[in-house]
C-alpha cells in the first residue's frame, strides 16, 4: 500500500463520497421506505425447502395462527360480563387494525350451519352413525330415532320428519367437533362458566403480522385503551388475552432494551476509556465517528438486502461498536507513544499490516457464519463485515488526513497499567510460560469434563410469566385441548387428501380410544366425496325402502303421507359437498386453517392433535402411513438446533487446524505453534468456565466461539506484526479488551437467552484471550 500524501488525499476523497453516499441512502431509507423490523426469533433458523412440502405445510400454518387473538372478558355475574365486553369491543372494533372481530353472534349466523350442510344431509353422518351404517346396524339408527321421538325435551316436528326421517342429520350438525368444547351460545355471544367466572369470548384477526413492530404497537395501544374504558365503567371485571401478538410484543420489547443498554453502555464506556487514555475530545469525535460510520453502514446495507432487519441483528450490532473503534484506538496509541515527533504516514505504516491482518482474520471468523444457512446469522455476518470493513476504511482514509503529532506529551494512568503488563510478561521465560500453559489445560480439561449440551427450542424464550399464565387459564376455560403438534396430510387431489385424513382418523380413534376426541380433522366437516357417495347408497338401500314405511306406521304417519316423503327423498339427487364449497362459505371461517390447499404438486390438510397424546405411538402412526407426516416443532427445531450445532463445531475444528498450518508455514514450526496456543486456549477456556459454572453449550454459544477465535488471533497478530514498540500495541490491545468486554459483556447481561449464552461466551473468551496474548513477546523477543 502507498503511504504518500497524494495517496491519502485520494483515499480520503474516496471515503468521503462514501460517506455521503452512506448517509444519504440512510436518510432517504428513514423517510421515504421504512425500515422493517423482525422481532420472529424463529425466523432466524433455516426455512423450508419448496421441495419439503410437510415442512412448508407447517410454516404456513403457523403463519395462519399467528395473527390470531382470544380475549375473555370476566365477572362473577353473566350480565356485568356482558355489558363489560360490549364496552370493550366499542374500543376494539377498528377495521383498519383487525381484519375480522368475532363477538356478537346474531339468529342467521346460528342457522348458517344447517342451512349450509341441509341440502347434503342424506350423506353426511356422524361418525357413529356412519359406523352403524356401514355394519349393518341400521336398526339402531332406527331405535335411536324412536328414542329421540318420544323425548321429553325433543327438538322433533312434523317438517323435519318429512326432511330428516331417522334425524340424522340433526345428529351430525349437534355432535360435530368444536375447537373450544367448554364455550356455548348465551345472549348472542359466545361464554363459558369457569370457577365462579363468566367470561365472554372475543376472538380477533390482525390485519398486519404479529411480528411487526408497527402492528404491535398500534394494536397493543388500542387493546389498552379498551381495557382502560372498560375498567372504568366496570372496575370489577378482568380481562385475560393470548395470542403471538402479545408474546412477540414481549420480545420486542426485551430487545429494544438490550439495544439501548448494549449501544449507550459502549458508547459510554468508550468515551470515558478516551477521556481518562488521551485527555482530549478530538480522539472521541473520530473514534466514535469510526464505529458510528461502521453501524450505519452496515445498517443501511443489511436492511437493503434482506429487505427487513432481525432485532437480534441490531442487539448484535450494538455490541459491535466495541470492535469497530479498535482500529481508532492502536492508531490512537501509536500517535500518543509517538509523541511530538510522530507523523501520520509513518504511524499509519507502522500499524497498516496488524490492523488489516487482524481485519482479514475477524472477516473470515463471519465469512464462515455466513455459510450457516440460518437467515439470522447470514444477516449477522453481513452487518458485520460491512460494519467493520467501513469501520476500518475509515482509520486507513480518513485518520491520516485529520490526526497531527500531540502538543503535548503525558503519561495517563491506562499507559502505567499497560506498562506494567507488559514488563511482567517480558519476566516470563518459557518454561514459566510452558507451565501458565499446562495450568490452562488442566483448569479446560476439567472444565469441559462438566460440561453440558442444551439444545432445547425453549432456550429461545424468555416470557414473561403474567402471559403465559393467562394463556394456561384460557385453554383451560374455553376447554381448548389442542397442542402445538399436528399432522400434515397429503394427496394428489383434494378428495385422495380428505380420503386419507379420513383413514388417519379411524387409527387415532382406535389407538386412542380411551382419550375422548384425541384430534380435529377436516374430514368431520367435509367427508371425501367416496364415503358421501357409499352412505348415500346405504341410507337409500337401508333406510330409504320398507324399512322408513314400517317406521312411518310405527309412529303413526299415515300411508299415504309415508309414501310421499319415501318418494320425495329418493328424488334426491347426489350432489356431494366438495372442499371448494366448504372453503368459500360461511361456515368454515373459524376451520378453514384445517385446510392449506395445493402446495407445489399436492393438497395439503393439517390434523390438530391433543395435548396428553404418546409422542411414540404418534410418531409410529406417521411412519406408517407414507402420506402422514407428524409435526412437533418445539422438537423439530431443538434437532436443527442439535444438527447445526454439531456442524459448525466440527467447522471450528477444521478452522483450528487449517489456522494451525498457515501459521506454522508463515512463522516456523516453533513460534507457529506458540503463536496458536493463545487462540485455542481462549476457546477451551470458555468452554471450561461454562462447565464449571452450569452454563449450558448450545448453538449460539459455538459461534460465538467462532468470534473468539478471530478476536484471539487478532490480538496475537498485533503483537507478532509490531514494527515499533510493543507500548502502543499493549495500549491498543488493553483499549481494545476493555471496549470490546463492555459491549460484549453487557450481551450477557440481556434479558434474552439467545443473547446471553452468546455474551456470556465471547466475555469469558475475550478476558482470556487479552490476557494470553502477550505471551507471544516471550518467543518474538525483545524489541
Same mark, same amino acid.
Given at each position: 500500500?502507498?503511504?504518500?500524501?497524494?495517496?491519502? #488525499?485520494?483515499?480520503?476523497?474516496?471515503?468521503?463520497?462514501?460517506?455521503?453516499?452512506?448517509?444519504?441512502?440512510?436518510?432517504?431509507?428513514?423517510?421515504?421506505?421504512?425500515?422493517?423490523?423482525?422481532?420472529?426469533?424463529?425466523?432466524?433458523?433455516?426455512?423450508?425447502?419448496?421441495?419439503?412440502?410437510?415442512?412448508?405445510?407447517?410454516?404456513?400454518?403457523?403463519?395462519?395462527?399467528?395473527?390470531?387473538?382470544?380475549?375473555?372478558?370476566?365477572?362473577?355475574?353473566? #350480565?356485568?360480563?356482558?355489558?363489560?365486553?360490549?364496552?370493550?369491543?366499542?374500543?376494539?372494533?377498528?377495521?383498519?387494525?383487525?381484519?375480522?372481530?368475532?363477538?356478537?353472534?346474531?339468529?342467521?349466523?346460528?342457522?348458517?350451519?344447517?342451512?349450509?350442510?341441509?341440502?347434503?344431509?342424506?350423506?353426511?353422518?356422524?361418525?357413529?352413525?356412519?359406523?352403524?351404517?356401514?355394519?349393518?346396524?341400521?336398526?339402531?339408527?332406527?331405535?335411536?330415532?324412536?328414542?329421540?321421538?318420544?323425548?321429553?325435551?325433543?327438538?322433533?316436528?312434523?317438517?323435519?320428519?318429512?326432511?330428516?326421517?331417522?334425524?340424522?342429520?340433526?345428529?351430525?350438525?349437534?355432535?360435530?367437533?368444536?375447537?373450544?368444547?367448554?364455550?356455548?351460545?348465551?345472549?348472542?355471544?359466545?361464554?363459558?362458566?369457569?370457577?365462579?367466572?363468566?367470561?365472554?369470548?372475543?376472538?380477533?384477526?390482525?390485519?398486519?403480522?404479529?411480528?411487526?413492530?408497527?402492528?404491535?404497537?398500534?394494536?397493543?395501544?388500542?387493546?389498552?385503551?379498551?381495557?382502560?374504558?372498560?375498567?372504568?365503567?366496570?372496575?370489577?371485571?378482568?380481562?385475560?388475552?393470548?395470542?403471538?401478538?402479545?408474546?412477540?410484543?414481549?420480545?420486542?420489547?426485551?430487545?429494544?432494551?438490550?439495544?439501548?443498554?448494549?449501544?449507550?453502555?459502549?458508547?459510554?464506556?468508550?468515551?470515558?476509556?478516551?477521556?481518562?487514555?488521551?485527555?482530549?475530545?478530538?480522539?472521541?469525535?473520530?473514534?466514535?465517528?469510526?464505529?458510528?460510520?461502521?453501524?450505519?453502514?452496515?445498517?443501511?446495507?443489511?436492511?437493503?438486502?434482506?429487505?427487513?432487519?432481525?432485532?437480534?441483528?441490531?442487539?448484535?450490532?450494538?455490541?459491535?461498536?466495541?470492535?469497530?473503534?479498535?482500529?481508532?484506538?492502536?492508531?490512537?496509541?501509536?500517535?500518543?507513544?509517538?509523541?511530538?515527533?510522530?507523523?501520520?504516514?509513518?504511524?499509519?505504516?507502522?500499524?497498516?499490516?496488524?490492523?488489516?491482518?487482524?481485519?482479514?482474520?475477524?472477516?473470515?471468523?463471519?465469512?464462515?457464519?455466513?455459510?450457516?444457512?440460518?437467515?439470522?446469522?447470514?444477516?449477522?455476518?453481513?452487518?458485520?463485515?460491512?460494519?467493520?470493513?467501513?469501520?476500518?476504511?475509515?482509520?486507513?482514509?480518513?485518520?491520516?488526513?485529520?490526526?497531527?503529532?500531540?502538543?503535548?506529551?503525558?503519561?495517563?494512568?491506562?499507559?502505567?497499567?499497560?506498562?506494567?503488563?507488559?514488563?511482567?510478561?517480558?519476566?516470563?521465560?518459557?518454561?514459566?510460560?510452558?507451565?501458565?500453559?499446562?495450568?490452562?489445560?488442566?483448569?479446560?480439561?476439567?472444565?469441559?469434563?462438566?460440561?453440558?449440551?442444551?439444545?432445547?427450542?425453549?432456550?429461545?424464550?424468555?416470557?414473561?410469566?403474567?402471559?403465559?399464565?393467562?394463556?394456561?387459564?384460557?385453554?383451560?376455560?374455553?376447554?381448548?385441548?389442542?397442542?402445538?403438534?399436528?399432522?400434515?396430510?397429503?394427496?394428489?387431489?383434494?378428495?385422495?387428501?380428505?380420503?386419507?385424513?379420513?383413514?388417519?382418523?379411524?387409527?387415532?380413534?382406535?389407538?386412542?380410544?380411551?382419550?375422548?376426541?384425541?384430534?380435529?380433522?377436516?374430514?368431520?366437516?367435509?367427508?371425501?366425496?367416496?364415503?358421501?357417495?357409499?352412505?348415500?347408497?346405504?341410507?337409500? #338401500?337401508?333406510?330409504?325402502? #320398507?324399512?322408513?314405511?314400517?317406521?312411518?306406521?310405527?309412529?303413526?304417519?299415515?300411508?299415504?303421507?309415508?309414501?310421499?316423503?319415501?318418494?320425495?327423498?329418493?328424488?334426491?339427487?347426489?350432489?356431494?359437498?366438495?372442499?371448494?364449497?366448504?372453503?368459500?362459505?360461511?361456515?368454515?371461517?373459524?376451520?378453514?386453517?384445517?385446510?392449506?390447499?395445493?402446495?407445489?404438486?399436492?393438497?395439503?390438510?393439517?390434523?390438530?392433535?391433543?395435548?396428553?397424546?404418546?409422542?411414540?405411538?404418534?410418531?409410529?402412526?406417521?411412519?406408517?402411513?407414507?402420506?402422514?407426516?407428524?409435526?412437533?416443532?418445539?422438537?423439530?427445531?431443538?434437532?436443527?438446533?442439535?444438527?447445526?450445532?454439531?456442524?459448525?463445531?466440527?467447522?471450528?475444528?477444521?478452522?483450528?487446524?487449517?489456522?494451525?498450518?498457515?501459521?506454522?508455514?508463515?512463522?516456523?514450526?516453533?513460534?507457529?505453534?506458540?503463536?496458536?496456543?493463545?487462540?485455542?486456549?481462549?476457546?477451551?477456556?470458555?468452554?471450561?468456565?461454562?462447565?464449571?459454572?452450569?452454563?449450558?453449550?448450545?448453538?449460539?454459544?459455538?459461534?460465538?466461539?467462532?468470534?473468539?477465535?478471530?478476536?484471539?488471533?487478532?490480538?496475537?497478530?498485533?503483537?507478532?506484526?509490531?514494527?515499533?514498540?510493543?507500548?502502543?500495541?499493549?495500549?491498543?490491545?488493553?483499549?481494545?479488551?476493555?471496549?470490546?468486554?463492555?459491549?460484549?459483556?453487557?450481551?450477557?447481561?440481556?434479558?434474552?437467552?439467545?443473547?446471553?449464552?452468546?455474551?456470556?461466551?465471547?466475555?469469558?473468551?475475550?478476558?482470556?484471550?487479552?490476557?494470553?496474548?502477550?505471551?507471544?513477546?516471550?518467543?518474538?523477543?525483545?524489541?
Amino acid at each position: 500500500m502507498v503511504f504518500s500524501s497524494r495517496a491519502f #488525499k485520494i483515499r480520503f476523497i474516496l471515503w468521503l463520497f462514501l460517506v455521503v453516499f452512506v448517509l444519504a441512502f440512510f436518510v432517504a431509507r428513514l423517510f421515504f421506505s421504512p425500515i422493517l423490523f423482525n422481532t420472529n426469533i424463529m425466523k432466524l433458523l433455516p426455512g423450508a425447502s419448496k421441495y419439503n412440502i410437510p415442512q412448508q405445510s407447517g410454516e404456513i400454518f403457523s403463519s395462519r395462527l399467528e395473527n390470531q387473538i382470544i380475549f375473555l372478558v370476566g365477572s362473577p355475574t353473566q #350480565k356485568i360480563s356482558e355489558k363489560a365486553a360490549d364496552v370493550f369491543f366499542s374500543v376494539l372494533n377498528d377495521k383498519s387494525i383487525f381484519k375480522h372481530i368475532t363477538y356478537l353472534t346474531n339468529s342467521q349466523e346460528q342457522m348458517a350451519w344447517g342451512d349450509f350442510y341441509f341440502p347434503y344431509r342424506l350423506f353426511l353422518f356422524s361418525s357413529a352413525q356412519e359406523k352403524l351404517l356401514h355394519t349393518h346396524h341400521a336398526e339402531k339408527i332406527v331405535q335411536s330415532a324412536l328414542v329421540s321421538l318420544y323425548s321429553p325435551t325433543s327438538l322433533v316436528n312434523s317438517n323435519l320428519l318429512a326432511t330428516d326421517p331417522y334425524f340424522t342429520f340433526l345428529h351430525f350438525i349437534t355432535t360435530l367437533p368444536r375447537p373450544a368444547s367448554n364455550v356455548s351460545l348465551f345472549h348472542d355471544r359466545l361464554m363459558v362458566h369457569y370457577k365462579n367466572q363468566w367470561y365472554v369470548m372475543i376472538t380477533a384477526i390482525l390485519r398486519e403480522n404479529s411480528f411487526s413492530i408497527t402492528a404491535q404497537n398500534k394494536a397493543t395501544q388500542l387493546i389498552s385503551s379498551a381495557k382502560t374504558k372498560m375498567l372504568i365503567a366496570y372496575p370489577q371485571v378482568n380481562l385475560l388475552k393470548t395470542g403471538y401478538l402479545f408474546f412477540a410484543k414481549a420480545g420486542s420489547d426485551m430487545a429494544r432494551h438490550d439495544i439501548s443498554t448494549i449501544g449507550i453502555g459502549s458508547i459510554i464506556g468508550i468515551i470515558l476509556l478516551m477521556l481518562i487514555t488521551f485527555r482530549s475530545i478530538s480522539p472521541i469525535i473520530f473514534t466514535l465517528l469510526s464505529g458510528a460510520l461502521g453501524f450505519i453502514t452496515a445498517f443501511v446495507l443489511t436492511s437493503w438486502l434482506f429487505g427487513s432487519l432481525y432485532l437480534f441483528t441490531l442487539i448484535f450490532g450494538a455490541s459491535l461498536i466495541g470492535i469497530c473503534v479498535d482500529y481508532a484506538f492502536f492508531y490512537y496509541a501509536e500517535q500518543l507513544i509517538g509523541g511530538k515527533e510522530w507523523k501520520p504516514e509513518e504511524g499509519l505504516q507502522n500499524i497498516f499490516r496488524a490492523i488489516s491482518l487482524g481485519l482479514l482474520n475477524l472477516l473470515l471468523a463471519y465469512l464462515i457464519i455466513s455459510f450457516t444457512p440460518m437467515p439470522g446469522l447470514k444477516q449477522l455476518a453481513v452487518f458485520a463485515i460491512t460494519g467493520l470493513s467501513v469501520s476500518y476504511a475509515t482509520v486507513v482514509c480518513a485518520f491520516p488526513y485529520f490526526l497531527k503529532a500531540r502538543k503535548y506529551v503525558f503519561y495517563s494512568p491506562i499507559q502505567k497499567i499497560t506498562d506494567l503488563y507488559l514488563s511482567l510478561w517480558r519476566k516470563v521465560t518459557p518454561n514459566a510460560l510452558l507451565m501458565i500453559y499446562i495450568m490452562f489445560a488442566a483448569i479446560s480439561v476439567f472444565g469441559i469434563m462438566h460440561l453440558r449440551v442444551n439444545d432445547d427450542v425453549h432456550q429461545l424464550e424468555s416470557m414473561p410469566a403474567h402471559l403465559l399464565n393467562s394463556n394456561k387459564i384460557i385453554q383451560k376455560a374455553i376447554g381448548s385441548k389442542f397442542g402445538t403438534t399436528f399432522y400434515v396430510v397429503t394427496g394428489n387431489t383434494p378428495d385422495e387428501t380428505l380420503l386419507h385424513v379420513k383413514q388417519l382418523s379411524m387409527q387415532l380413534n382406535k389407538i386412542f380410544k380411551n382419550n375422548g376426541r384425541p384430534y380435529l380433522a377436516i374430514n368431520d366437516f367435509v367427508p371425501p366425496i367416496s364415503s358421501q357417495r357409499l352412505n348415500f347408497q346405504l341410507y337409500r #338401500k337401508i333406510l330409504l325402502g #320398507k324399512k322408513i314405511l314400517t317406521y312411518f306406521n310405527q309412529i303413526g304417519v299415515s300411508k299415504q303421507k309415508a309414501v310421499a316423503i319415501q318418494h320425495q327423498l329418493l328424488s334426491i339427487q347426489f350432489k356431494p359437498l366438495t372442499i371448494n364449497k366448504w372453503v368459500n362459505s360461511t361456515v368454515s371461517k373459524s376451520l378453514r386453517f384445517l385446510w392449506l390447499g395445493k402446495i407445489s404438486h399436492q393438497y395439503v390438510s393439517i390434523v390438530l392433535l391433543a395435548q396428553d397424546l404418546n409422542i411414540h405411538k404418534l410418531q409410529e402412526i406417521a411412519s406408517n402411513n407414507k402420506f402422514v407426516t407428524y409435526i412437533n416443532n418445539e422438537k423439530n427445531v431443538s434437532h436443527i438446533f442439535k444438527l447445526y450445532r454439531q456442524k459448525i463445531s466440527l467447522l471450528l475444528c477444521l478452522i483450528y487446524f487449517v489456522l494451525l498450518l498457515l501459521l506454522l508455514w508463515r512463522y516456523g514450526l516453533r513460534k507457529g505453534f506458540i503463536y496458536f496456543l493463545p487462540g485455542l486456549s481462549s476457546g477451551l477456556l470458555s468452554l471450561a468456565v461454562m462447565g464449571l459454572f452450569g452454563i449450558p453449550l448450545t448453538l449460539f454459544s459455538v459461534l460465538a466461539l467462532v468470534l473468539v477465535l478471530g478476536i484471539s488471533m487478532d490480538y496475537v497478530l498485533f503483537f507478532v506484526e509490531t514494527r515499533t514498540t510493543y507500548r502502543s500495541t499493549i495500549l491498543a490491545v488493553t483499549l481494545s479488551a476493555i471496549t470490546t468486554l463492555l459491549s460484549f459483556g453487557l450481551l450477557a447481561l440481556s434479558s434474552t437467552p439467545v443473547v446471553h449464552f452468546f455474551g456470556v461466551t465471547l466475555l469469558i473468551g475475550i478476558l482470556s484471550a487479552f490476557i494470553l496474548a502477550p505471551s507471544v513477546i516471550a518467543v518474538r523477543g525483545k524489541e
